[in-house]
T-cell receptor
């Protein structure tokens, strides 16, 4: 298996533009997680899905952020409009279990976002 | 609120040394604890997963222990090599929220 695949790997955009990050989880995994990593705050959970259904989005910082999982093999994280403080590395992870309480997490290589 | 702390934030050792990385968490109500490795510009790679009922896990030169009652875990790396240089993060799954909470990581440099 190719692992968790994220795109784009790098994105530079201007403030106010829409940003869409994409994730393909490992085939057969039931859970998908979106994390954000910054130097100041470390790794923060934004949202996670079980069987394509959003379970907890309490980590989503603002209404400007939205995430979807239309099927078991694809998820998007959208920021509209983007702001400089959104600059970070966004990670997608998947797990073979329906919750993280027993399953190991497998991470993608991340999408590095820079908002000018 | 569960908080995870890793000390030290950075560590530099000569090649061949055995070393211990520390992780502490404030709430002992956890499902499991995971240790991850992160190389610069890369994602996280899972190293070891310890379920709450377990005391330790081993993989090659790595050994992770868990003392849930005291809220502590250690990652022991034997005979360190330059290739072990990376940031090591621990994370716990809180029983209350089901969320994986990360520490800030320890950045390890192993000098040849």
């Amino acid at each position: 298996d190719a692992g968790v695949i994220q795109s784009p790997r790098h994105e530079v955009t201007e403030m106010g533009q829409e940003v869409t990050l994409r994730c393909k989880p490992i085939s057969g995994h039931n859970s998908l997680f979106w994390y954000r990593q910054t130097m100041m705050r470390g790794l923060e959970l934004l949202i996670y899905f079980n069987n394509n259904v959003p379970i907890d989005d309490s980590g989503m910082p603002e209404d400007r952020f939205s995430a979807k999982m239309p099927n078991a093999s694809f998820s998007t994280l959208k920021i509209q409009p983007s702001e400089p403080r959104d600059s970070a590395v966004y990670f997608c992870a998947s797990s073979p279990r329906t919750s993280a309480n027993t399953g190991e997490l497998f991470f993608g290589e991340g999408s590095r976002l820079t908002v000018l | 609120k569960q908080e995870v702390t890793q000390i030290p934030a950075a560590l530099s050792v000569p090649e061949g040394e055995n070393l211990v990385l520390n992780c502490s968490f404030t709430d002992s109500a956890i499902y499991n604890l995971q240790w991850f490795r992160q190389d610069p510009g890369k994602g996280l790679t899972s190293l070891l997963l310890i379920q709450s009922s377990q005391r330790e896990q081993t993989s090659g030169r790595l050994n992770a222990s868990l003392d849930k009652s005291s809220g502590r875990s250690t990652l022991y790396i034997a005979a360190s090599q330059p290739g072990d240089s990376a940031t090591y993060l621990c994370a716990v799954v809180s029983s209350n929220t089901g969320k994986l909470i990360f520490g800030q990581g320890t950045t390890l440099q192993v000098k040849p």
